[in-house]
Every structure is written in C-alpha cells, then in structure tokens.
C-alpha cells in the first residue's frame, strides 16, 4: 500500500513538471506571402556578362511537380568569373587602378606635365585655344620660326607676333609678305648719269641707287 502511494505521487509530480513546461506556440498562419531578399547564384553568374539585377527582383517560384536543376551552380558560376579575369591584363586597366590582381598601365605616364589638363585624370598641359603670343622667334632664311607657348593645340588654335612696322606702306609695292601686299614706291635712278663733278658743292643727289655729295 505504501509502495503505491509513493509511485501514485511521483506520477502526480511528473505529470505536473511536464505540465508547467507546456509552451504556447501561437499561430502557425505565414504573415504573408514570402518575398525573394537575396541574390541567386544566377544573378551573380549574370554577372560576367555584365547583367546585373535589383536585390529582391526576382519572384519565388511555386513547388514544382519535380524537382529539376534550375539554377547556376557554384562551378559555373566560378568558370564565368575566371574566363571574364582570363581576359583582363594591365594594359586594359587604367594606370593608377588595382583589380584582380591586375595594376592597370593604360594612358602610359602618370607623370601630369604628360597629361591633358582636361583630361578625366587631369594633368597640367594646358589646352591652347584662340589665339596665342609667342614666346620667341629667329629668323632661318626666307623663314620665321616662332616658337609658342607650351600646351596641346588642337589644330584650330593659333600662334601669333605683332610688329608695328609690318604694315603695306613698309613693303615695295608689289610684294606681297605673309598676305601683306606692299604700297611703297620709290623713284627708279638706275638710268640716271651724272657724276659727282656734275652736283654743285655740298649738294646731293641719287644717282644709280646711290646717293652722291656735289
């Protein structure tokens, strides 16, 4: 009688252990329909062809009938982004940039006295534009060199030097100089022959070209 009292009360004492610990779960119904929040291995395969997609863009299929292979696998995934690297080199990346362990070279030197100051990158060379004075000039023959300020000119820029004194009445008549056409005259003495003996004393006068004291 004793022994059943005792089981009775230790069945009792489970019973209400296993009762206390009784968690209610709530309800089991979806707050709603399930959205897509992440990338599929498909996006990022997509991605070395340069497609690229919005983050939770795509729908959740339903459950199929069967199961059927519908994704890219981490293999393909992998082979499209190392034939993508496979075509890369140093000399396709700018200078100055890192990426796959490729340091780009392209645009040559980095050096900006050698870069365009207009260039992406800028440099310091200026872009000549309108009119420009020259820095200097030296005569060479029937040739002026005038050498121009430094700069990148684009062929439509222009390089000039003033003189006051290269104007038409300053050219022989008939002569044209750089688009100038000359006005200057002078009396032609070439046929002339008097002699020095022929001009009274201190008395001057151009004979041949030449101008002679009498």
């Given at each position: 009688m004793f022994k059943k009292i005792i089981t009775t009360t230790v069945f009792i004492s489970v019973f209400f252990l296993v009762e206390a610990t009784y968690v209610y779960a709530g309800s089991l119904t979806p707050p709603g329909a399930p959205?897509?929040?992440m990338y599929t291995l498909t996006d990022i395969f997509n991605l070395s062809t340069g497609a690229t997609?919005?983050?939770g863009s795509g729908a959740i299929p339903?459950?199929?009938v069967s199961v059927t292979a519908s994704f890219k696998?981490?293999?393909?995934v992998y082979d499209a982004i190392v034939t993508q690297i496979g075509s890369l080199s140093n000399a396709k990346i700018a200078r100055g940039i890192t990426a796959f362990g490729f340091t780009g070279t392209l645009f040559g030197d980095?050096?900006?006295s050698k870069v365009l100051s207009t260039a992406i990158y800028p440099g310091t060379i200026p872009v000549k534009i309108a009119d420009?004075?020259?820095t200097g000039g030296t005569v060479s023959g029937t040739s002026i060199l005038l050498t121009p300020p430094t700069g990148y000119y684009d062929g439509i820029a222009t390089v000039?030097?003033?003189s006051d004194v290269f104007i038409s009445s300053n050219i022989k008549s008939g002569v044209d100089i750089f688009g100038v056409t000359g006005s200057y005259t002078s009396l032609d003495t070439s046929d002339a022959t008097a002699a020095i003996s022929d001009i009274l004393l201190s008395k001057t006068a151009y004979v041949n070209g030449s101008k002679i004291t009498g």
């Open positions: 959205t897509n929040t997609t919005t983050l339903s459950t199929p696998t981490l293999t393909e980095t050096n900006a420009n004075a020259v000039s030097t003033t």
